[in-house]
């Protein structure tokens, strides 16, 4: 199974700004998703992403807000732009392989303030 | 959209007793996909189902899907205080969409 790393791994952050958030997988994979979970809460997928194409977004979830970039098989990011309070969240990228199963980086914890 | 709902929300059971969580669908799902979240810990892969009525076990756990493939459930046999977590259900409905269901928190007392 793929290893995935993400960075950071929680952040705090003012009202306004922008962060960005990395993830990168020890192998090459084609399917890369990522996900934001409110403690407690079940996971809730913002966008696709696949290397060659642009990220495909879920309803509620538009580009200008959470533009992401997939420049190889092996590494993506994802940005919070003009974060607010309601931003804050888990947020969790991850990948199958060969259409068996996800796996998930361990998470980048945001709080805006 | 597309929707799953998964039952119960919490289960509270004694240590040795039986445990279940079920997902339903209004929709036929291409598979569904099992993961174990541990408390502050992040979603890992535990199975996927595929064809219709099909069970899967792997040790104290079997999950089932169901013949119309709308509906799924995952069984523990003598819980273990290690099963302590929240059990969600991933339903693919096409190629790149997976909805998640809302989890079900599994408490073990020894």
């Known amino acids: 199974s793929a290893v995935i790393s993400q960075k950071p791994s929680r952040d705090i952050c003012q009202r306004g700004t922008s962060l960005t958030i990395q993830c990168q997988v020890d192998s090459q994979v084609t399917m890369m998703f990522w996900y934001r979970q409110q403690p407690g809460q079940s996971l809730t997928l913002i966008a696709t992403a696949n290397q060659g194409s642009e990220a495909t977004y879920e309803s509620g979830f538009v580009i200008d807000k959470f533009p992401i970039s997939r420049p190889n098989l092996t590494f993506s990011t994802l940005t919070v732009s003009n974060m607010s309070p309601e931003d804050s969240s888990i947020y969790l990228c991850?990948?199958?392989?060969?259409?068996?199963?996800?796996?998930f980086g361990p998470g980048t914890r945001l709080t805006v303030t | 959209g597309q929707q799953v709902m998964q039952i119960p929300q919490y289960q509270h059971v004694q240590e040795g007793e039986d445990f279940t969580t079920y997902c339903n669908s209004s929709?036929?799902?291409?598979?569904i996909q099992w993961y174990k979240q541990r408390p502050g810990g992040h979603p890992v892969f535990l199975i996927q189902l595929v064809k219709s009525g099909e069970v899967k076990k792997q040790k104290r756990l079997t999950f089932q899907f169901g013949e119309a493939k709308k509906n799924s459930s995952l069984h523990i046999t003598a819980t273990q205080t290690t099963d302590v977590g929240t059990y969600f259900c991933a339903a693919r409905y096409n190629f790149n969409k997976f909805y998640f269901g809302s989890g079900t928190k599994l408490n073990v007392k020894p």
């Open positions: 929709t036929t799902l291409s598979n």
């Open positions: 991850s990948v199958e392989e060969f259409s068996t199963g996800q796996y």
